[in-house]
């Protein structure tokens, strides 16, 4: 059996996306700038597209910026939000994305800004009163705070976080690549100014995606090149990727509670089933379905001999896993994540995630085959 529980790391593509996608490839390749009417036509098409995305998250389609996936938006908003309001301090927590992470960093190690990090407990819940103290202590900020953590699936209180930034006239970053399609988003009711989005974490293609930008906020490009995006952003638009990002958005708000419910039944039963087969096992980050992303699931497994070919052992069984972001996947590499809410380092940590597609077939079959490598590796 072949068993793919890596959705975090990426989805299959939905086949209405696909038939989108090919139909467009077939008839609409004008370039979406020229003034003809095959450009014409594909310009119809962003912009459709777009409107599609603002009507769903009740934002403006002027607030909608493609780039070429969540990594791209990240850095637009960071690196163009800080210069462009001359800000000198950032605040983030040490469980975030490295796409958030490294960039803040880059900042700091050039000495642009000065950079805090929030405290976060063992499950990797932001401490909300500390977010206060830092905002209190330093001169204007920009925030910015994951929705769910990627490996975790710890879900922030990003309307609280909102609420306190505004009180601090902050400005705020949210990556929420890994909730977008997952979940609502009313960004008339979050006070917001950057989210960030990749097509291909909810059966979209990969290679787009987009940030929001609130109204409110001026910046500008991080790239340079051209008058597309609303001189936004320079480059040709991928105009497959955006309507393949548009109408799996629009398929995952069609079915969100659908698949909501069965996909948390999928993880609870994963939870449930191995609580049974292996003594031992815990979980990192929060698992309860009210704090937790219903997608993920990252298990702590009991020291073991040769922790490290647990992975390997898994995909030998047709078993597709992550062993904490796929972003470092082929590094030997700890997870920052784990080291920073203190995960034991000797016990194998490995992150299931589910999607749609996902059964309790492939589940009993995944569960099975961990029971038969700890009982072969677990420490007596």
């Given at each position: 059996?072949?068993?793919?529980?890596?959705?975090?790391?990426?989805?299959?593509?939905?086949?209405?996306?696909?038939?989108?996608?090919?139909?467009?490839?077939?008839?609409?390749?004008?370039?979406?700038?020229?003034?003809?009417?095959?450009?014409?036509?594909?310009?119809?098409?962003?912009?459709?597209?777009?409107?599609?995305?603002?009507?769903?998250?009740?934002?403006?389609?002027?607030?909608?910026?493609?780039?070429?996936?969540?990594?791209?938006?990240?850095?637009?908003?960071?690196?163009?939000?800080?210069?462009?309001?001359?800000?000198?301090?950032?605040?983030?927590?040490?469980?975030?994305?490295?796409?958030?992470?490294?960039?803040?960093?880059?900042?700091?190690?050039?000495?642009?800004?000065?950079?805090?990090?929030?405290?976060?407990?063992?499950?990797?819940?932001?401490?909300?009163?500390?977010?206060?103290?830092?905002?209190?202590?330093?001169?204007?900020?920009?925030?910015?705070?994951?929705?769910?953590?990627?490996?975790?699936?710890?879900?922030?209180?990003?309307?609280?976080?909102?609420?306190?930034?505004?009180?601090?006239?902050?400005?705020?970053?949210?990556?929420?690549?890994?909730?977008?399609?997952?979940?609502?988003?009313?960004?008339?009711?979050?006070?917001?100014?950057?989210?960030?989005?990749?097509?291909?974490?909810?059966?979209?293609?990969?290679?787009?995606?987009?940030?929001?930008?609130?109204?409110?906020?001026?910046?500008?490009?991080?790239?340079?090149?051209?008058?597309?995006?609303?001189?936004?952003?320079?480059?040709?638009?991928?105009?497959?990727?955006?309507?393949?990002?548009?109408?799996?958005?629009?398929?995952?708000?069609?079915?969100?509670?659908?698949?909501?419910?069965?996909?948390?039944?999928?993880?609870?039963?994963?939870?449930?089933?191995?609580?049974?087969?292996?003594?031992?096992?815990?979980?990192?980050?929060?698992?309860?379905?009210?704090?937790?992303?219903?997608?993920?699931?990252?298990?702590?497994?009991?020291?073991?001999?040769?922790?490290?070919?647990?992975?390997?052992?898994?995909?030998?069984?047709?078993?597709?896993?992550?062993?904490?972001?796929?972003?470092?996947?082929?590094?030997?590499?700890?997870?920052?994540?784990?080291?920073?809410?203190?995960?034991?380092?000797?016990?194998?940590?490995?992150?299931?995630?589910?999607?749609?597609?996902?059964?309790?077939?492939?589940?009993?079959?995944?569960?099975?085959?961990?029971?038969?490598?700890?009982?072969v590796q677990v420490l007596s």
């Amino acid at each position: 059996m072949k068993v793919y529980l890596d959705n975090a790391a990426t989805t299959a593509l939905d086949a209405e996306v696909l038939k989108e996608m090919y139909q467009m490839m077939e008839s609409q390749y004008g370039n979406p700038s020229s003034i003809h009417s095959h450009g014409r036509q594909s310009r119809a098409a962003i912009e459709k597209a777009r409107k599609t995305i603002a009507t769903l998250l009740h934002a403006a389609p002027s607030e909608i910026f493609f780039t070429s996936g969540g990594t791209e938006a990240d850095n637009m908003a960071i690196r163009s939000g800080i210069a462009d309001y001359q800000l000198k301090h950032a605040i983030t927590s040490r469980t975030e994305h490295h796409a958030v992470l490294h960039t803040l960093e880059a900042l700091e190690n050039n000495g642009l800004i000065k950079l805090s990090f929030v405290r976060t407990d063992e499950k990797g819940n932001i401490d909300l009163q500390h977010l206060e103290e830092l905002l209190a202590g330093n001169e204007r900020s920009f925030v910015s705070l994951m929705h769910a953590n990627n490996e975790l699936g710890t879900l922030t209180d990003i309307k609280a976080v909102g609420e306190i930034c505004q009180r601090f006239d902050a400005i705020f970053h949210c990556d929420t690549v890994q909730t977008m399609g997952h979940y609502p988003h009313d960004l008339q009711d979050i006070h917001v100014h950057f989210i960030t989005c990749a097509a291909h974490k909810f059966h979209g293609p990969k290679g787009a995606g987009f940030l929001y930008i609130n109204h409110a906020v001026k910046i500008r490009p991080l790239i340079y090149g051209g008058s597309q995006e609303r001189n936004m952003r320079g480059g040709t638009e991928n105009l497959y990727g955006i309507a393949g990002l548009a109408k799996a958005l629009e398929i995952a708000y069609r079915e969100m509670d659908e698949h909501k419910t069965y996909i948390q039944a999928l993880k609870s039963y994963m939870k449930e089933q191995l609580e049974a087969a292996i003594p031992d096992i815990r979980f990192n980050g929060e698992t309860d379905p009210d704090r937790s992303l219903y997608t993920v699931l990252n298990v702590s497994f009991p020291e073991m001999e040769m922790a490290d070919m647990l992975l390997f052992n898994l995909d030998i069984a047709g078993i597709s896993a992550s062993g904490g972001s796929a972003c470092s996947s082929g590094t030997n590499i700890g997870s920052h994540v784990l080291e920073a809410i203190g995960a034991n380092p000797n016990r194998p940590a490995v992150r299931f995630s589910f999607s749609k597609y996902n059964t309790r077939e492939e589940i009993d079959y995944t569960v099975g085959k961990l029971k038969e490598i700890c009982k072969v590796q677990v420490l007596s």
